[in-house]
């Protein structure tokens, strides 16, 4: 998984209050590590209170959902209800317009990243590394941004990232293309 670089505390009451709603997983992680960064801070975990509203907005299966975790790219993780428990990783990946079951995350999502092709299948590393030569790292709830939108006729090439903020980032993307109601297919 690589190192784990704490930033900051979970507030207890964050912790308290998805104590019985979040797997074990998650809660003993944030209990360690708080608001910390994974996979050389290309994965930041979050309070799920500062994106719950954005995302039960924006995203057709957000009413269920809890965001967990963001992506350099701007990528929210979400753990969404199936039989009753939050036990189903999803990746909402805004600025491609889609969101992805993340398959074999529910019990191994810790496990998995440090598998090379869990790693390929959800996650831009290769253009990440190549943002950071370019651009620097990127300080807390911060991500990179495609500037034009991909959706606007921007492509996935590292010339065309800048740094910005995640939420309104997010927001941008939302407000020219709206929500994700699209689910991807593994």
Do not use: H
């Not at 290309?42 to 967990?68: C, H, Q, R, W």
């Not at 590393?125 to 939108?149: D, E």
């Amino acid at each position: 998984m690589n190192k784990i670089n704490k930033l900051e505390d979970m507030p207890k009451k964050t912790i308290d209050k998805y104590r019985f709603i979040l797997p074990e997983m998650i809660i003993d992680f944030w209990e360690k590590y708080g608001i910390a960064t994974l996979l050389n801070g290309y994965l930041t975990s979050i309070n799920p209170d500062d994106f719950k509203m954005f995302i039960s907005e924006t995203f057709v299966l957000g009413e269920e959902a809890i965001p967990v975790f963001v992506t350099a790219f701007g990528d929210i993780i979400v753990l969404t209800r199936y039989n009753n428990e939050y036990n189903m990783f999803y990746i909402v990946k805004y600025k491609d317009g889609y969101g992805q079951a993340m398959l074999g995350a529910s019990k191994f999502f810790f496990q998995l990243l440090s598998d090379d092709y869990f790693l390929s299948k959800y996650f831009e590393i290769s253009l990440y590394q190549k943002a950071i030569q370019r651009l620097g790292n990127l300080n807390y709830m911060q991500c990179f941004t495609f500037v034009p939108l991909l959706a606007l006729g921007g492509s996935k090439k590292v010339m065309n990232l800048e740094k910005g903020g995640i939420i309104e980032y997010l927001m941008i993307i939302t407000q020219f293309v709206g929500s994700i109601d699209n689910i991807k297919e593994n």
